[in-house]
């Protein structure tokens, strides 16, 4: 998360200086390109990524967001009366915020459906197998039933290969984080 926040604020320092001599929506065309970019890479990597890489990543997302949340509040207030910023800040911060926690929820959501939808393909394909099996002779059967337990245990393996997958992000995010926290406490 560090990258992102540091490219972010970079952003954000850089986004206020130059708001005033180029027009604002040219810097939220400009975040929303940049914040895509590193989305579309983020969801292409794999087990071989280094650390270098997601830290670019992240750092163009913290950047396009950056460059687009800033001009977003500067021309969602600019039309208000000045006796009204006030509400109009409050009223923004919570829009913000609320988009953000349902924009979250959604995608567990959605990523929780389709790996739930994906494991039922599989499953699938296994009950498919033996069905199968009832129109063979008994030597036959027994051929699909090594089958299918040579099946299960790839399952079983495959399970399991995701467990150690999932462990190793979470563990190069453990790492992440420490490595970020240290550089932040300036050890």
Known sequence: MAPRGLGSMVAMAVVGRFMHRYDPRLFLYLGVLIAALGTFLLSRFSLNLSVSDYVLMSTLQGIGMGLFFVPLATLSLSTLPSKNIAEGVGLFSFARSLGTSLGISLMVTLLSCS??????????GVNEMTDKRKQYSPVEKTKMALKTIKTTLTLAQLSSTFSDEQL????????IYIKYSFLAQGK
């Not at 790996?115 to 599989?122: A, G, T």
């Not at 190793?168 to 790492?175: F, G, I, Q, S, Y």
């Open 168 to 175: 190793t992000l979470l563990n190069l995010v453990d790492e």
């Open 115 to 124: 790996e739930q939808v994906n494991w039922n393909k599989v499953e699938l």
